[in-house]
């Protein structure tokens, strides 16, 4: 609870400015929950080896993978997903207001995303190793229409058809 606590206060921070896609604070979110997965030893599963999957105007989605154990379900995948953003300043298509001040977006979604992290920590701890792969996502541009989930899913190929579950935490 308290690990939980301190992710959405980080992430809810004014330093973050609302987290919006694609902007500085989202950008600063990301840095912040890719600094966590690291710490926690994940393999990256983004664009390229690293933790990123880059897509439109500065957007990316973060995606991590903790290796299932056994041969015969280790490529089914079970994904554990929630989206950082959120709606930055705020303004008349994505806020009932205040207008042009920080949307600090605790609840939507930094508890999503915190939730996230506390999984991903408590699964890597466990003493025996998972039978299936989990990929951890966290989404981007969830706000302005499901876009970051919508990349994966374009994208993924044959990933696609080896997912099992997928668990979205959202507020």
Same mark, same amino acid.
């Given at each position: 609870?308290?690990?939980?606590?301190?992710?959405?206060?980080?992430?809810?921070?004014?330093?973050f400015?609302?987290?919006?896609? $694609?902007?500085?604070?989202?950008?600063?979110?990301? *840095?912040?929950?890719? /600094?966590?997965?690291?710490? =926690?030893?994940?393999? %990256?599963?983004?664009?390229?080896?690293?933790?990123?999957?880059?897509?439109?105007?500065?957007?990316r989605?973060?995606?991590?993978?903790?290796?299932?154990?056994?041969?015969t379900?280790?490529n089914?995948?079970?994904?554990?997903?929630?989206?950082?953003?959120?709606?930055?300043?705020?303004?008349?298509?994505?806020?009932?207001?205040?207008f042009?001040?920080?949307?600090? $977006?605790?609840?939507?979604?930094?508890?999503?995303? *915190?939730?996230?992290? /506390?999984?991903?920590?408590? =699964?890597?701890?466990? %003493?025996?190793?998972?039978r299936?792969?989990?990929?951890?996502?966290?989404?981007?541009?969830?706000?302005?229409?499901?876009?970051?989930?919508?990349?994966?899913?374009?994208?993924?190929?044959?990933?696609?058809?080896?997912?099992?579950?997928?668990?979205?935490?959202?507020?």
């Amino acid at each position: 609870a308290n690990a939980m606590a301190r992710h959405v206060r980080v992430l809810a921070d004014d330093s973050f400015e609302g987290r919006e896609a $694609g902007k500085r604070g989202g950008r600063a979110a990301a *840095a912040y929950i890719v /600094e966590q997965i690291e710490d =926690l030893g994940f393999e %990256p599963a983004g664009d390229n080896g690293t933790y990123f999957q880059s897509f439109g105007s500065n957007m990316r989605n973060i995606l991590a993978m903790l290796p299932g154990s056994d041969p015969t379900v280790a490529n089914e995948y079970v994904i554990v997903g929630a989206h950082y953003d959120h709606v930055g300043y705020g303004n008349s298509s994505n806020s009932y207001g205040p207008f042009g001040q920080i949307h600090n $977006g605790a609840d939507d979604n930094a508890s999503g995303v *915190a939730a996230l992290l /506390e999984v991903a920590r408590m =699964l890597k701890q466990q %003493p025996d190793p998972l039978r299936r792969t989990i990929i951890f996502v966290a989404w981007d541009s969830e706000e302005t229409g499901l876009h970051g989930s919508q990349h994966w899913i374009r994208t993924a190929g044959s990933q696609l058809k080896q997912v099992k579950l997928a668990l979205n935490l959202d507020m």
